[in-house]
């Protein structure tokens, strides 16, 4: 039965580290959550490490550039684990050959084509048209308020000629501010359903929790996985994510699923607890918002 908390500081002495989700947790897309902010760095400075475990496309040092802007404090956090990077180096270890069809912004493509340092020989990616490439990058939709079915025609060319799609982001939306945005894993989903093959690096596939790991282990490498306390508003990505790796997890039910859960302050107790079996998930926790 998921327990629900008022606070972190209720729970987070059973926890020397946190794997804490961004978008819908610790900021909205556009600014920080005040509250949440203060409470991981209350839990840092109890001694606990923040790991900041996200399914962002972009490379770390592009996250936390992004938190800046939004006001993020950096005593916040220790480190940072991205969708993007785990999905970068599958890219440029060929993982869906080397002439690769490209999806997403301007922006995301100029720093996803970037070789990571800690790769001794990376591959040549070369970008090219959908109908001369060996595979796809998908790091979100062009358009991220588009019908979804007007990516049909690219993903049935795609389709057909066999190719793989590596999404940097398995997030199927997320909400910027008081809008709501498709990211790449909408446009993973539908391929797949169409009978594509997409492959994923975010939550709640292993390669990212492997990444947040590394990063902890550098930090400190004593902290034990029943020591480990995922945090985030997914329940599809972060909390799955934390039970397919056996970590305990925190779910932030006014997030995504703020209307499902009838979150005020708190969720509603029938709510919370009709919406997880719909969901077929058991966070060990819930919240209303990080505090």
Known sequence: ???????????????????????????????????????????RQRGGIVILVTNSPRPRASVERQLDGFHVPREAWDSIATSGDSARTAAFTGAVGTKVHFIGSPEEKDSFLT?????????????????????????GPVDPFADPDTWRPDLLLAKTRGLKLLCANPDIVVDRGESREWCAGAV??????????????????????????????????????????????GIATDVRGAMGEDIDSLFITGGLAASETKTGQDPDAAALNAYLAVENSNPTYAIGFLR
Request: some cysteine; overall charge negative; hydrophobic content about 45%.
């Open 188 to 233: 993973a989903k539908l391929y797949t359903e169409m009978g594509g093959q997409s492959l994923y690096f975010g939550k709640p596939h292993p390669p990212i929790y492997d990444l947040a790991r590394r990063r902890l282990h550098a930090i400190d490498h004593k902290v034990e996985a029943g020591r480990i306390l995922a945090i985030g508003d």
């Open 115 to 139: 070789a990571p340092k800690i790769l001794e020989n990376p591959a040549e990616l070369e970008i090219v048209p959908l109908d001369e490439a060996e595979g796809i990058v998908c790091t």
């Open 1 to 43: 039965m998921t327990r629900i908390v008022r606070s972190l500081a209720e729970i987070s002495d059973a926890y020397d580290a946190l794997f804490v989700d961004l978008w819908g947790c610790v900021h909205n897309g556009v600014t920080a959550y005040p509250a949440a902010c203060e409470a991981l760095i209350a839990y």
